[in-house]
């Protein structure tokens, strides 16, 4: 065999080699997130997170009638709550006012974002973004002095009336 023939036999070999390689993904299943708060702080940072992700899942599938708060909100995120807690959660998600649940055969456990819900998202953008600015936008406390009838002998214009 030629010298030239070999460079192209051994060139071919080559890149059939390098086009067999398979490519393997990590098919791992990613780690699930257990929430299990044990202190009250913890559990209302948890209520926050919570809060938000249902929130933007809701208001990112708007296409979407009704979301199941277990099946497309939770599993979906790894997030692995008790019973107990999912309903803790159910409940105050539906008395906020910017989620309502469905109501119809074969809706139990979905909800929907409501008007001011919608509009909440549409305006801050997420959960947590609303209480930033609520927390930032909270009216200062001022104390002014009151003036009570009757007592005006004590007043600053009468003390200067007095020295003058």
């Keep these: 065999m030629n010298p030239a023939a070999e ?3 051994t060139r071919r070999l080559k890149e059939q080699n390098t086009m067999k390689k398979h490519i393997r993904l990590n098919r791992r299943k990613s780690a699930e997130i257990v929430l299990a708060p044990s202190t009250p702080a913890e559990r209302q ?9 249902v929130l933007r899942m809701l208001f990112e599938n708007a296409d979407k009638n ?8 939770l599993r979906k995120a790894r997030i692995i709550l008790s019973q107990k807690e999912t309903q803790r959660i159910w ?26 819900g919608f509009q909440m998202m549409s305006q801050f953008g997420g959960y947590a973004q609303y ?12 104390i002014l002095p009151i003036q009570i009838e009757g007592e005006s002998e004590n ?3 009468d003390l200067i009336k007095r020295a003058g």
């Design 7 to 9: 460079v192209v036999l």
């Design 91 to 116: 409940d105050v998600l539906t008395s906020s006012g910017w989620v309502s649940p469905t109501i119809g055969f074969g809706k139990a456990g979905k909800l929907e974002l409501t008007r001011a």
């Design 45 to 53: 940072e948890m209520d926050k997170n919570v809060i938000d992700l």
């Design 131 to 142: 209480l930033a600015s609520m927390q930032n936008n909270q009216p200062q406390t001022i």
């Design 155 to 157: 007043s600053p214009d």
């Design 66 to 73: 009704a979301v199941d708060l277990d099946k497309d909100v």
